[in-house]
């Protein structure tokens, strides 16, 4: 009996490893996109030339981030057996490109 209480409990502590690591995998997503929307509404407003170019330039290394956050989201998604991302792409848009 005391064999199967040890078993459930390790049972219990992997499934709460696993989704505590979904949420990290979604905390680290929801702010690279967070980054990029400030940087995004920052571009929007900035009419300096050289400026610009300096948020542009973040502003892609932020979508970048987000593009490789949401990667690893799926994985952590796909490793506890959910393979349908549907959400996951109405919840988290990409960002658009931007010139």
């Given amino acids: 009996m005391k064999r199967r209480e040890g078993f459930e409990r390790l049972e219990q502590e992997i499934v709460k490893e696993k989704?505590?690591?979904?949420?990290?995998?979604g905390e680290r997503l929801e702010s690279a996109?967070?980054?990029?929307?400030?940087?995004?509404r920052a571009l929007d407003t900035e009419a300096d030339a050289g400026r610009r170019?300096?948020?542009?330039?973040?502003y892609e290394e932020a979508r970048r981030r987000a593009a490789?956050?949401?990667?690893?989201?799926?994985?952590?998604?796909?490793?506890?057996?959910?393979?349908h991302h549907r959400a996951v792409d109405q919840q988290f848009p990409e960002p658009p490109r931007r010139s």
């Fill in 33 to 40: 996109l967070d980054e990029a929307a400030v940087l995004g």
């Fill in 19 to 25: 989704a505590a690591a979904l949420g990290r995998a």
């Fill in 53 to 58: 170019a300096a948020l542009l330039r973040a």
């Fill in 68 to 83: 490789e956050a949401r990667t690893m989201l799926l994985i952590q998604r796909e490793a506890i057996g959910l393979r």
